[in-house]
């Protein structure tokens, strides 16, 4: 026992030694080489194979890291594009019909929306579809969207029921995951999706922020809106 003891201790120390020297193993090359790693699976290795492997694993990691961050790169650029687009076709409008049927037209199109739906407080001239409701900002049946309105901040996840029966009627079953916009003083904008993961609590919201900046300045032009 005592002789066990003692190894452990004489191994511990020269684990620490080593920590604090770590070029101690360059002065002496052939003990550098002659030492063997133990790996997890397999026959042991060198000391210089065993390094190898860790740099590969770091390089591969390296790797995979770098190729995330070009893709959210290459994503966000392109959503900074069709962001851009969609402003200036909401400059283009000429009146908050067509401001309106530009948005959800872009929505459906370049965004990908499954299922758009346009909530506002006041009707719009000469415009009548089936994405669009208009709701009294007083109404009762707005309770539920109450301090989401207070709060001016995006929505995004699996709403409740009471909101998805307001915004999609017939069609909640379309949208598993939603994200709400709102229109300040003006109402909501809703993009749902069947894909229940698509839109989730947490998410970047950078963009969305802009696009509903986009449709209530495009909006506040015309007084009926």
Known sequence: MIEEKNERLGAHEVATFLRRHPAFLGQFPDLALSLVVPKEEGQASSLASYQ???????????TRRLNELFANAQENERLAVRTHQLSLALMRAGSAADTLRAMVAVLGEDFHGEVVRVLLFK??????A????VVPEADP????FRDFLAGNEPLCGRLNHDKLELLYGEEKA?????????LA??????????DA???FPGMGTLFLRLMAESLATGLGRYPQA
């Open 52 to 62: 190898l492997d860790v740099l590969r694993d770091k390089n591969r990691e390296l």
């Open 123 to 128: 009707p719009v001239d000469g415009l009548s």
């Open 130 to 133: 089936d994405w669009l409701q």
């Open 141 to 144: 049946a707005l309770a539920p």
């Open 174 to 182: 379309r949208a598993a995951s939603a994200v709400l916009l709102p």
């Open 185 to 194: 003083g003006i109402g909501m904008l809703t993009v749902g999706s069947a």
């Open 197 to 199: 993961n698509r839109f």
